[in-house]
Nanobody, 122 residues
Framework: QVQLVESGGGLVQAGGSLRLSCVAS????????MGWFRQAPGKEREFVAG????????DYADSVNGRFTISRDNHKNTVDLQMNSLKPEDTAVYYC???????????????WGQGTRVTVSA
C-alpha cells in the first residue's frame, strides 16, 4: 500500500524558512512525478511545486517561484520543499502527492499524504 508521509511543518515568522519533507513508500518511486500542493482555510487546494521522475524538470506556482525549491532523492524515496522568505499568505496545510510518469500542476495525482501545517506569522 502506498503511503506518503509529510513532515517539517510548523510556526515561523514572516521572512523565515522551513523545509518540508515527504517520504514515499512506493517501490517504483522513480516512475513517479512528485508535487507539493497547499490548501489555506476557505480556499481550494492549489499547486505549489512539482518535480519530474528524475528531477530534471521542476515547476512552480508564480506565487512561490524564486522563494521555494523542490528536490528529490530517488535513493531515499523522498521529496523536499525548501521554503524561504515565507509570507503570511503561505499559511496553509501542505500536501505531498505522487503521479505516475508526467509532472502536472493540476491536482490529478494518484496518491496524497495527510498534510503538514505551515503557519507564517506577520
Amino acid at each position: 500500500q502506498v503511503q506518503l508521509v509529510e513532515s517539517g511543518g510548523g510556526l515561523v515568522q514572516a521572512g523565515g524558512s522551513l523545509r518540508l519533507s515527504c517520504v514515499a513508500s512506493i517501490r517504483t518511486f522513480n516512475n513517479y512525478a512528485m508535487g507539493w500542493f497547499r490548501q489555506a482555510p476557505g480556499k481550494e487546494r492549489e499547486f505549489v511545486a512539482g518535480i519530474s521522475w528524475n528531477g530534471g524538470i521542476t515547476d512552480y506556482a508564480d506565487s512561490v517561484n524564486g522563494r521555494f525549491t523542490i528536490s528529490r532523492d530517488n535513493h531515499k524515496n523522498t521529496v523536499d520543499l525548501q521554503m524561504n522568505s515565507l509570507k503570511p499568505e503561505d499559511t496553509a496545510v501542505y500536501y505531498c502527492a505522487a503521479r505516475r510518469f508526467r509532472l502536472a500542476s493540476t491536482p490529478d495525482y494518484e496518491y496524497w499524504g495527510q498534510g503538514t501545517r505551515v503557519t507564517v506569522s506577520a
